[in-house]
Antibody, heavy 118, light 108 residues
Framework: QVQVVESGGGVVQPWRSLTLSCAAS????????MHWVRQAPGKGLEWVAV????????YYADSVKVRFTISRDNSKNTLSLEMNSLRPEDTAVYYC???????????WGQGTMVTVSS | EIVMTQSPATLSVSPGERVTLSCRAS??????LAWYQQKPGQAPRLLIS???TRATGIPARFSGSGSGTEFTLTITGLQSEDFAVYYC??????????FGQGTKVEIK
């Protein structure tokens, strides 16, 4: 079964750090670019970051640049998002998504909730 | 950054009706346009990529059209399970990948 499963969310204080993980299975992980997309409560979808299939190329939304770091371990089929200097506006459900053959996001995880609050 | 604008924000429709959702890009994205469906408490699901190609397992009542800056998602014969929020997304000019704000299809 092709799937991705996020973990690592929780409640964190402003300015603290948190790392999210995404475990992939059922497909050749190393063939696909992988993305993080977030959704604030009651809001729409916001793209956060992407890492290329080989891990060499990474891009970030301006809202998280410098603070967040995306990485992957193709030997373990895992994707990570290290989030530093968290702000209340980073509160959201974070989804891991696979970039498919047509470059759209064809596989999504169930999401992990991150709440930034004192 | 390409801005994606969806209209209307909300559509109130009855089961069995035909529904048309619109998505406009602030500049041409060619046919690099996807549609996603999201139900409450669930992750988004890919419906359409390449503006008009249905994803695996998506029923034929969902169809996409358009190119350049104007796109449409049509649902023919709306079923109860189709009440959801629909998002368009461009993947032509990145970063960033950008989504529309969504159209909610609700029961009339």
């Amino acid at each position: 079964q092709v799937q991705v499963v996020e973990s690592g969310g929780g409640v964190v204080q402003p300015w603290r750090s948190l790392t999210l993980s995404c475990a992939a299975s059922g497909f050749t992980f190393s063939w696909h670019s992988m993305h993080w997309v977030r959704q604030a409560p009651g809001k729409g979808l916001e793209w956060v970051a992407v890492v290329s299939s080989d891990g060499r190329n990474k891009y970030y939304a301006d809202s998280v640049k410098v603070r967040f770091t995306i990485s992957r371990d193709n030997s373990k089929n895992t994707l990570s998002l290290e989030m530093n200097s968290l702000r209340p506006e980073d509160t959201a459900v974070y989804y891991c998504a696979r970039e498919g053959a047509y470059r759209s996001f064809d596989i999504w995880g169930q999401g992990t909730m991150v709440t930034v609050s004192s | 950054e390409i801005v994606m604008t969806q209209s209307p924000a909300t559509l109130s429709v009855s089961p069995g009706e035909r529904v048309t959702l619109s998505c406009r890009a602030s500049q041409s994205v060619r046919d690099k346009l996807a549609w996603y469906q999201q139900k409450p408490g669930q992750a988004p699901r890919l419906l359409i990529s390449g503006a008009s190609t249905r994803a695996t397992g998506i029923p034929a009542r969902f169809s996409g059209s358009g190119s350049g800056t104007e796109f449409t998602l049509t649902i023919t014969g709306l079923q109860s399970e189709d009440f959801a929020v629909y998002y368009c997304q461009q993947y032509d000019n990145w970063p960033p990948w950008t989504f529309g704000q969504g159209t909610k299809v609700e029961i009339k």
